[in-house]
C-alpha cells in the first residue's frame, strides 16, 4: 500500500506561482512512477506531469515551461512547480502512484483557484 497527501494549494493572481508537495509513505520501493494529475470542473481527469524512478520527466504541453515536477528522495516528497499561472491552471490536483504490478494509488486533491 501506498498513501500520498498533497498540501500547497490555494487562491493565487494570474502570473503567480504555486508550489505543490505529495508527501508519500507506505511501500515506497513498489514505485515505478510518480505524477501529478489535475480535474476541472465539468472535464476529465488529465496528467500534467509525470517523473519516473529513474528521474524521466514528461509534461502536458499546456504546461511545458511554467511547470516542474521533482522529487526529494530523502523526504519522500514529489513536488509540482507551478510558475506562470492562469485561469484554465484552475483545477483539483491529485498526487498519483503508480507502482511496478501496475496498482494505482491518488491523494485526497488540492484545490488550485487562478483569480485576479
Known amino acids: 500500500q501506498v498513501q500520498l497527501v498533497e498540501s500547497g494549494g490555494g487562491l493565487v493572481q494570474p502570473g503567480g506561482s504555486l508550489r505543490l508537495s505529495c508527501a508519500v509513505s507506505?511501500?515506497?520501493?513498489?514505485?515505478?512512477?510518480m505524477g501529478w494529475y489535475r480535474q476541472a470542473p465539468g472535464k476529465e481527469r488529465e496528467l500534467v506531469a509525470g517523473i519516473t524512478r529513474g528521474g524521466n520527466t514528461n509534461y502536458a504541453d499546456s504546461v511545458k515551461g511554467r511547470f516542474t515536477i521533482s522529487r526529494d528522495n530523502a523526504k519522500n516528497t514529489v513536488y509540482l512547480q507551478m510558475n506562470k499561472l492562469n485561469p484554465y491552471d484552475t483545477a483539483v490536483y491529485y498526487c498519483n502512484a503508480k507502482t511496478y504490478d501496475k496498482a494505482d494509488y491518488w491523494g485526497q486533491g488540492t484545490q488550485v483557484t487562478v483569480s485576479s
Open positions: 507506505g511501500s515506497i520501493f513498489t514505485i515505478n512512477t
